[in-house]
């Protein structure tokens, strides 16, 4: 199930909360909106350069349903869940490396896993209004700067929010894609991150607290 998507990203220091230095360039297909171009160090308002702002979806498009935003995990919970890696106690999973490099898996259709292999997504959700307002395969971003390595996989930050890639990519990637292709992050029973280079890829991403 999906939103939108809209705005800036950046990459920082896994070891700082505080935002990302590095710029990334966000696109949205629409034409209703001007466009611009903004830099800043923060990680809720880094740089990046976009396409002019899509208008709203029609309205039988799906976006991340509202009973997940009343049932999902307090705080705590989430930071509990993350430090536990609950993300590895079922169905197996990736279990992360020290570089980006080996973070690609030329092994990716067996190694790969969905939220629902995993036994169900336990972090932290981000709030219904603004997933619909930045969201979903309708605002696509492009990263500039590598993601940091926390917790043995890759973390950037995008919209005010740091996201952690729990599953690796595929090997038949370029090791560059994180600077060169369109990505999106979508929520169907938890976060992904899709690359408009490659449909029907989903990279296993959750909100790191």
């Excluded at 696509?140 to 890639?165: C, N, Q």
Aim: aromatic share 14%; with cysteine; proline share 7%.
């Amino acid at each position: 199930m999906r939103g939108r998507q809209h705005s800036r990203l950046s990459n920082s220091n896994p070891s700082s909360s505080s935002g990302p230095s590095s710029s990334l360039s966000h696109n949205s297909r629409s034409s209703s909106g001007p466009s611009s171009n903004r830099s800043n160090s923060n990680p809720s308002s880094s740089g990046l350069s976009s396409k002019p702002k899509q208008q709203q979806p029609q309205q039988g498009r799906a976006q991340q349903p509202q009973q997940a935003q009343q049932g999902h995990a307090t705080r705590p919970q989430a930071v509990a869940w993350q430090q536990q890696k609950g993300w590895l106690k079922q169905g197996g999973g990736w279990q992360g490396h020290s570089t980006w490099a080996q973070n690609g898996d030329p092994n990716w259709n067996n190694d790969h896993r969905t939220w629902a292999q995993r036994g169900g997504y336990g972090g932290y959700y981000i709030p219904e209004n603004t997933y619909n307002l930045h969201f979903g395969d309708h605002h696509w971003f492009r990263m500039h700067g590598m993601p940091a390595i926390y917790m043995g996989y890759p973390r950037f930050s995008y919209e005010g929010f740091w996201f952690m890639l729990v599953d690796p990519w595929p090997g038949s990637w370029a090791e560059n894609w994180y600077a060169n292709d369109d990505v999106y992050i979508d929520y169907d029973d938890g976060y992904y991150l899709c690359n408009r280079a490659y449909p029907g890829v989903r990279l296993a991403l959750m909100v790191s607290l």
